[in-house]
């Protein structure tokens, strides 16, 4: 049977690919520590939960509004007036079926066959796919240089007659960077200066340390309103992965576009997931400063333990839950090698940095306990040191 040409330029997710081939060892019984998968691992909130079963006692099972319920809207809007200042409208939010497909559908919206977008990497890895699949380019600006945060000179560099958007992740996976606000001024100004559309995914927003602090572009550059898509959703910081809800805040015309692309891609999302993700954004602010507060521990002992091992170097993530470590001074410089090599040996799953277009480095998460963190980190010297 003939496929097509976009189906077979498609790489599979990196990450879900070691997660699964992970999870297939720890069926044959083996002693995996897994830390690739991008969830956090505290369970979901009890005022969620209730509240999704409560939905299913009142008959809340048909199809919804294609855009998302009107209750979850305000709880969107109400959050972002409380956090950030900004004002939204219900015409101006569409509730999707998990960030991903929010992120599909936005990009499918404003990029046509040919258009470049600007990817600052290292970069989640879905976003040249997705871009890939809108026929579009995406065009890699290297952040590894400046603290993996993007600069105007290499920026510049990548800016063509082609550019048409750019998509911006902070704090970000894979790096834990959080971009400042004199970083997203330059954004902003790049974005008006050459007429570009800007996603802002800030889907790690509330989970930031020590003394950064997470800012929204439209805060520090409030007259780019109307170039900017907000990409979020509920699954990091409310612990909702499974739920499946993300949304996007933006223009009412450009809302509305994606949306009627989501009439024909997935309807509305869960009915059910909807109910519960508005009672997690209105009532569980005690249970995401807990878990806050529980990463970084965890990020503090994860840069403690690994800063130990002298030919692996990093910089400490300011946010997220992952540590993006470059392994190029050690005796399997190549990250896929790397990777391969040390589930097999020890055991132990992460992500090769290639699947975030920064080949030589691994992507750790330390969304997990304390003790597998140490044991962890074990593994990983006893498998460096058997190779000095």
């Not at 802002?200 to 927003?205: A, Q």
């Not at 059910?272 to 569980?284: K, P």
Request: aromatic share 8%.
């Amino acid at each position: 049977m003939k496929l097509s040409q976009r189906a077979m330029s498609i790489s599979p997710s990196a990450t879900l690919s070691i997660s699964d081939k992970a999870k297939e060892l720890k069926a044959q019984g083996k002693p995996i520590l897994s830390f690739s998968a991008g969830e956090p691992d505290f369970g979901s909130p009890l005022a969620a939960c209730r509240a999704a079963i409560e939905a299913v006692n009142r008959g809340e099972t048909h199809y919804t509004p294609n855009s998302g319920i009107g209750e979850l809207k305000k709880a969107i809007a109400g959050y972002y007036k409380r956090r950030f200042g900004l004002e939204y409208s219900s015409g101006e939010i569409l509730v999707t079926s998990g960030l991903k497909t929010m992120l599909y559908e936005t990009i499918q919206t404003l990029t046509d066959p040919g258009d470049e977008v600007l990817v600052f990497t290292p970069a989640w890895v879905s976003y040249v796919e997705q871009i890939n699949l809108a026929c579009g380019a995406a065009v890699p600006v290297d952040t590894s240089g400046s603290g993996f945060c993007p600069t105007l000179e290499e920026i510049s560099k990548s800016v063509t007659g082609k550019t048409r958007g750019m998509i911006i992740n902070t704090p970000c996976n894979p790096t834990g960077a959080v971009y400042s606000e004199k970083a997203l001024r330059m954004l902003a100004d790049v974005a008006v200066k050459y007429d570009l559309w800007v996603i802002f995914d800030e889907v790690y927003e509330r989970l930031v340390y020590g003394g950064a602090r997470h800012v929204n572009i439209l805060q520090v550059a409030p007259e780019i309103r109307s170039r900017v898509i907000i990409a979020n959703g509920v699954s990091k910081t409310y612990c909702m992965t499974g739920w499946r809800i993300g949304y996007a805040l933006g223009p009412g015309e450009v809302i509305k576009r994606i949306d009627g692309l989501q009439s024909h891609l997935t309807s509305n999302a869960s009915s059910i997931a909807q109910w519960a993700a508005a009672a997690a954004i209105n009532d569980v602010e005690d249970e995401v400063e807990r878990n806050r507060a529980a990463f970084e521990s965890r990020r503090d002992l994860i840069c403690g333990l690994l800063s130990e091992i002298k030919p692996l170097r990093f910089v400490s993530p300011d946010g997220a839950f992952y540590i993006f470590i470059d392994v190029r001074g050690t005796r399997v410089p190549d990250d896929m090698e790397f990777c391969r090599k040390l589930l097999e040996e020890k055991y132990v799953a992460l992500v090769p940095g290639a699947a975030f277009s920064a080949p030589g480095y691994v992507r750790m998460s330390y969304a997990c306990p304390e003790s597998s963190l140490k044991d962890g980190v074990a593994r990983i010297r006893e498998f460096i040191e058997a190779r000095s």
